[in-house]
Every structure is written in structure tokens, then in C-alpha cells.
């Protein structure tokens, strides 16, 4: 009887999962639907109308800057994978590791949490035959290692640029503080978690004891019997990485690549619209600050948040309509194109797979 229970089980959550996946996307449409007719409504008429000139007008080299910043956002997130993926002892292709990157940055940014994409990854990871400690420890510490990057791109804007954090108003530079105060709380409690797995351990017992209470989670003893027996994988996984720190540093200066990469693209963007009304560290510096504000906000990619922090920073500096043009084109490459980009790279990677289990099921089929 358990048996004819258990796969329409599956079926149920998988078909949940969809649905879910579904609704987190029309709901990342419907935010950013809002966010870029808010941002729009900034602009006054003859601007808006002119928003396509401005486009066509733009310097070809600082434009292609812009969108080399783009990809370097995803590749340098590929090449951290890679590195700590090496000091794990496995050699993937770099082609896996940038839908790994892909999947993270993807899905971190349709989801509430700036942690979303992990589970795709592993997920992806699993299926190149990586194990799930193994996996789970990889991209444990490269989300480590991102939060110590950023919270270094926050050091570095305040104490290099103070200047423009002062421009922002009060809300927004509260925000900021949060969030710049929030991201060295993340990278410390990451780091723990990642170096001292009881701590881990303890955290997932009481998520999946309290999901028993909640009637979320079944088999609660066979769950954490199981969670009890990755643990050992996973101690093994971090001590041998503990042993390979060059590889660590590896990861930690291609989490800074990309978080640089990633503020460089409205800098970029700034100097290919020909604007001069600000240096292009200021702009920088503007974006940095942004990023911090706006990445522990609960909602997708923090949409609407990050374009209100945006136009508050740049219309310190610059007119208003200015200010959202500058703010609808940067943010446009640096986070929907590249969201787009991702989610075509993994969709494409989908149907690749399908594809091929499709023709070995035929030549299965042939053989027999």
C-alpha cells in the first residue's frame, strides 16, 4: 500500500513545486511591471519619448563596457564555483559552473531571499553527479564568501566615498546602515555555520522539528536519521577544503570581482549616456550603497526598493528626469537582461537534457 502511495506523493510535490515556481514568477513580473512604470512616471513626457534616442546616442564603448560588466557578473560567480569546486577535489566543466551561477542568480532574484538560488544549485550540481553534502558545503562557502565581499564593497564606499552616502535621504541611508550592518551579522553566522557544522546541524534539526509540529515535514525521525548521515559527509567535504586555502582566497576575490562587476555596469552606463555631472566613483559608490540597502528587503531582487534608493542617490546629483533615465537603463542590463539571460541559459539547459534522455531512450529501445 506504501508503495502505490509513495510515487503519487512525489507527483504532489512535484506538481507543488511548479506551482510555486510559477507564482514566484508572475510575481517577479508584476513587481517589476511596477517598478519600471514607477521609475518611468519620474521622467517627463519629452524625456520618456526620447528614452529610445538616448539609447541609439549612447558611446559604443562605454555601452559595451556596460554589458561586459554584465556577464562579468555571472562569470566571475562561475569561477568562484570552479575554484572551491577544486578544493573539494572535483574538476567540473566551466560551462556547469556557469549554469550553477546561473540557477543562483536566477532564482535569488525571483524569490524573497538572496539565498534562493542555492537549492537550484545543488539541485544542478546533483545531477552532474555531485552529492548533496558535497554540493551544499560548495555553495555554502561561496555564499560565504560573498557576504564578505560585499560587506568589503561596503568598506570600501564609506571609506572612500562618505560623501555620497550623506546625499541619500534619511530612510535611505537608514536602510543602508541596516543592511551594511545586517551583511557582517550574515558573513559571520555563514562563517560558523560553514567552519563549525554543529551549528549547522542544530539550525536544520530545529527547521525540520518545527516543520514536524507544523505538519510540514513527515517521517520527522527519518528525516533527521538521514540529515544525521550527510552530516559526516559534509564534515569530511569541510576539512578537506580547510586544508586548501589558496583555493578559498581564489573564491573570495571572484565574489569581489563580481560585486565590482556588478556596481561597474551604472558607472558604465553613466559615462556612455555622456553625463558629467558626477565623478564615476560617485557613481559607484551610489550603486554599492544601493545594493546594501536593498539586499535584505523581502521582496524579489529587491525590486522597487533598489529603484527608489537609485533615484534618491542619483537625483542628488543630477536632475530628476536625468536621474531615471539613468536608472531605468542601468538597471535594466545590470538586473532584467541579466535575469533574463540566466533563465534562458537554464531553460536552454532543460531542454538539452530532455533532449538527450529522448534519444537515449530510443536507442535503449532500438538495442532491445
Not at 548533496?132 to 560565504?144: G, K, R, Y
Request: hydrophobic fraction near 50%.
Amino acid at each position: 500500500m506504501d508503495e502505490g502511495i509513495h510515487p503519487n506523493g512525489e507527483k504532489g510535490d512535484r506538481k507543488k513545486r511548479i506551482i510555486k515556481k510559477f507564482l514566484w514568477s508572475a510575481l517577479f513580473l508584476l513587481i517589476a511591471a511596477a517598478s519600471i512604470g514607477a521609475v518611468s512616471a519620474q521622467m517627463k513626457q519629452d524625456s520618456l519619448a526620447d528614452l529610445g534616442q538616448q539609447l541609439l546616442e549612447m558611446n559604443p564603448v562605454w555601452a559595451m563596457c556596460a554589458i561586459a560588466s554584465m556577464f562579468g557578473f555571472i562569470l566571475f560567480e562561475a569561477f568562484s564555483l570552479r575554484s572551491i569546486c577544486l578544493a573539494l577535489g572535483i574538476r567540473p566543466k566551466f560551462r556547469h559552473c556557469c549554469e550553477y551561477a546561473a540557477a543562483d542568480i536566477y532564482f535569488s532574484a525571483i524569490t524573497p531571499s538572496a539565498t534562493g538560488g542555492q537549492p537550484a544549485s545543488v539541485l544542478l550540481m546533483r545531477q552532474d553527479g555531485i552529492s548533496v553534502p558535497t554540493a551544499t558545503a560548495a555553495l555554502l562557502i561561496n555564499l560565504t564568501m560573498c557576504a564578505f565581499a560585499t560587506f568589503m564593497i561596503g568598506v570600501v564606499c564609506f571609506g572612500l566615498n562618505l560623501q555620497t552616502f550623506l546625499r541619500f535621504s534619511l530612510i535611505p541611508r537608514m536602510l543602508i546602515l541596516i543592511g551594511f550592518l545586517m551583511q557582517l551579522v550574515t558573513a559571520f553566522v555563514l562563517y560558523l555555520m560553514v567552519w563549525h557544522e554543529t551549528l549547522l546541524q542544530s539550525i536544520v534539526s530545529g527547521v525540520i522539528r518545527f516543520g514536524g509540529k507544523l505538519h510540514l515535514v513527515r517521517n520527522q525521525e527519518e528525516v533527521l536519521k538521514l540529515l544525521e548521515e550527510k552530516m559526516d559527509d559534509y564534515r569530511r567535504t569541510v576539512k578537506l577544503v580547510a586544508n586548501r586555502k589558496f583555493y578559498l582566497l581564489q573564491a573570495f576575490v571572484f565574489n569581489f570581482l563580481q560585486r565590482c562587476a556588478q556596481l561597474s555596469i551604472t558607472m558604465f552606463v553613466f559615462r556612455a549616456m555622456k553625463l558629467h555631472c558626477a565623478s564615476m566613483f560617485d557613481i559607484w559608490a551610489t550603486q554599492g550603497y544601493v545594493v546594501m540597502g536593498s539586499n535584505y528587503v523581502p521582496i524579489p531582487g529587491g525590486m522597487g526598493v533598489a529603484d527608489i534608493l537609485l533615484l534618491n542617490g542619483f537625483g542628488s546629483i543630477m536632475p530628476s528626469h536625468i536621474a531615471a533615465q539613468l536608472e531605468l537603463i542601468s538597471r535594466s542590463l545590470s538586473f532584467y537582461l541579466c535575469i533574463l539571460l540566466c533563465g534562458g541559459g537554464l531553460l536552454l539547459r532543460i531542454g538539452i537534457r530532455k533532449m538527450k534522455s529522448v534519444r537515449q531512450g530510443k536507442t535503449g529501445k532500438g538495442n532491445s
